[in-house]
């Protein structure tokens, strides 16, 4: 495979902007390359990433289902990465988020109490302050912000999940569809089971009624209808054939 500048080219516009969704990865392909091949350009890409510990990895927004492209390095272990982008106190409210959102029973904390993160000593912001840098990082995709909720990113769940494995093991969970690592879905009622909402949404689409995988008790009143119906079908089945 040569290695072309129209790779570079790429690369170069995912590196700077941390991620593209499919469809604009996919409109960038067709002018670069004329084709429609996201995938491979991106694997002919990673080949020549990995010996630098770095990596374009696919993945799915928890809230949204809409997929992403994602930068990353294969050698992040923590959220030092921050350190040269945003102040100690912003880093401090982050993983103060992260805390709350991964300690939480849904996978999500209210805006209220990000805000009252604020008074803690390690952070000590201005809750304007505090605001405008919520602001930034929910457009960066660090966090994803609905209906008064803050949940955990697409740009965290991608590149910090070894930070996240290491500081709070005990409390990850992972969907009993794809086997991921979860923080926000739908759970069962009778025996607590998780689901992403877009794997419940393809679980959906194949089983009637829809009946939790685990125990098999009914799933009554879930709503999908935020989810983009992009590639949900692709991703769940790439998910699935990992585990085998």
């Known amino acids: ?56 990895k696919k993945a799915q927004c928890e809230i949204t289902g809409q997929v992403y492209w994602v930068f990353v390095s294969t050698i992040l272990d923590n959220v030092t990465r921050f350190q040269e982008e945003f102040s100690k106190g912003q880093l401090a409210l982050l993983r103060n988020i992260f805390s709350e959102i991964i300690t939480s029973s849904n996978g999500c904390t209210q805006s209220i109490q990000c805000l009252n993160l604020c008074s803690l000593p390690d952070v000590k912001l201005s809750k304007a302050n505090a605001e405008e840098f919520l ?21 965290s769940i991608t590149e910090l999940m070894p930070y996240f494995r290491a500081t709070y093991e005990n409390n990850l969970c992972t969907c009993c569809l794809c086997k991921q690592v979860i923080f926000h879905g739908e759970k069962c009622k009778q025996c607590q089971s998780l689901l992403h909402l877009y794997c419940l949404k393809k679980f959906a689409m194949v089983t009637n009624p ?10 009554h009143n879930f709503d999908l209808s935020g989810l983009v119906d992009d590639s949900t079908a692709s991703m769940y089945e790439e998910a699935k054939a990992k585990r085998r």
């Open 210 to 219: 829809v009946e939790c995988p685990t125990c098999h008790a009914a799933f």
């Open 135 to 155: 602001s930034d990082i929910v457009e960066r995709q660090w966090l994803a912000y609905k209906d008064g909720y803050y949940y955990m990113g697409v740009r």
């Open 1 to 56: 495979m040569v290695y072309t500048t129209e790779h570079k080219l790429f690369l170069q516009t995912l590196m700077h902007r941390g991620l593209l969704d499919e469809n604009k990865a996919k409109d960038i392909v067709i002018k670069l390359f004329n084709n429609e091949k996201t995938s491979m350009i991106v694997n002919q890409i990673n080949e020549q990433l990995q010996p630098l510990n770095m990596l374009i």
